[in-house]
Structure formats: structure tokens, C-alpha cells
Antibody
């Protein structure tokens, strides 16, 4: 079955960088767009970024634009999120999710989710 | 950017009762709306997409309706496992989520 496992979270100082990974298994990764969503402690869900199946379509939430970079390696079935210039407002559980749009262009909904990885930005 | 609002913030009901959750968009999003369920400590789960289509494995007691700017998630008869947070999400203009409704046991 579909399995998504995030890794790379942890405690990081303000202004530093962190890279998250999301390992996919149980399905053919390359045809699907992928998404990142985050959830601050005790808060709701916030969409972060999307990448199409081939990386040609990428969009970011305004709150992370110019600081975060989404990418993927289809040969490794892995999604990434490079997070730079981190601030306390970036503290959250970060989830990767599969987009169910069959065209792979990120125009769908999030049908499978990982369990998330916690990022804490603190000095 | 389309803003989603959800009401009520908290809904207190008993098992067996009918639950009606609302989601309103600041502008028309056609039928491009989904509902997710999230239990404490767990990842969200897709319940309904394109306003009224049930995701794989979702029980028939969950149904969605609406169009344009006003949408509803209905749970016909609450089971104990249905008490959770529910989020709507639009994909008509971006991907943003509503603030959520907490469905709690009365």
C-alpha cells in the first residue's frame, strides 16, 4: 500500500537551514505530483508547496516563498523540502502528501499522507 | 486568494446524532473542495473530494454537498471514531485549508 515517510526534522536555530525528505513506497512515484503541508502546534493545516510529477510546475505559499525549495528525485522515489532562513513561525509538523490528480500536474487533492516530521526553530 | 471559513468552530454531539459542518469560500471555487478528518497525533485523512465524491474506504455515512461558495459535510449518524477535527480545503485557487471544526462528544 501507499507509504510516505518523512525525515530530517529536528531542532534548529533561527536563521539556519534544514532539509526534509519524504520517502515514497507502495506506488509508482514518478507520475504523481507531491505536496508539503505543515501544522504548527495546536493549530490548523497550512499548505506549503507543490511539485508536479516532472518538476516543471512548482508553487509555494506566500509564507515560505523565496525561503523554501521543493524538489524531487524520481529515481530515488523521494521528495525534498529545503528550508532556509528559518524562523520561529516555521515551527510545525511537516507532512508530505500525494496529489491524486492523475495528470501529475498538482491539480488534485491529498489522498495519502505521511506521519509527519517535527521541525522546531528555537535558540 | 480564496479564504475558507468553517463553522461552527466546535460542535458537541452524541453518538448516533447527525452532524452538519459548514465551509464557506470568499469567492466561487466551483466544486473544487475537499474535506479531511484529523485525529489527535495522526495525519489528516481525505474523506471527500470534488465536493461530494467519497475517497476510497470512507463510510457511506459521510457525504458532501454544495457548490460555488457554500459547502457542507454531513455525517448521518455519528460513530465514536468520528469525533475528530475536520478541515475543508479548496483547489480552485491555490490549495489552502479552512481553520477547522472540532467535533467533540457531548
Amino acid at each position: 500500500q501507499v507509504h510516505l515517510v518523512e525525515s530530517g526534522g529536528g531542532v534548529v536555530q533561527p536563521g539556519r537551514s534544514l532539509r526534509l525528505s519524504c520517502a515514497a513506497s507502495g506506488f509508482k512515484f514518478s507520475p504523481y505530483a507531491m505536496q508539503w503541508v505543515r501544522q504548527a502546534p495546536g493549530k490548523g493545516l497550512e499548505w506549503v508547496a507543490v511539485i508536479s510529477y516532472d518538476g516543471s510546475y512548482i508553487r509555494y505559499a506566500d509564507s515560505v516563498k523565496d525561503r523554501f525549495i521543493i524538489s524531487r528525485d524520481n529515481s530515488k522515489n523521494t521528495l525534498y523540502l529545503q528550508m532556509n532562513s528559518l524562523g520561529p513561525e516555521d515551527t510545525a509538523v511537516y507532512y508530505c502528501a500525494r496529489d491524486n490528480d492523475l495528470s501529475g500536474n498538482g491539480k488534485g487533492y491529498f489522498d495519502h499522507w505521511g506521519q509527519g516530521t517535527l521541525v522546531t526553530v528555537s535558540s | 486568494e480564496t479564504i475558507l471559513t468553517q463553522s461552527p468552530v466546535t460542535l458537541s454531539l452524541s453518538p448516533g446524532e447527525r452532524a452538519t459542518l459548514s465551509c464557506r469560500a470568499s469567492q466561487s471555487i466551483s466544486s473544487f473542495l475537499a474535506w479531511y478528518q484529523q485525529k489527535p497525533g495522526q495525519a489528516p485523512r481525505l474523506l471527500i473530494y470534488d465536493t461530494s465524491k467519497r475517497a476510497t474506504g470512507v463510510p457511506a455515512r459521510f457525504s458532501g454537498s454544495g457548490s460555488g461558495t457554500d459547502f457542507t459535510l454531513t455525517i448521518s449518524s455519528l460513530e465514536p471514531e468520528d469525533f475528530a477535527a475536520y478541515y475543508c480545503q479548496q483547489r480552485g485557487d491555490g490549495y489552502n485549508f479552512g481553520p477547522g471544526t472540532k467535533l467533540e462528544i457531548k
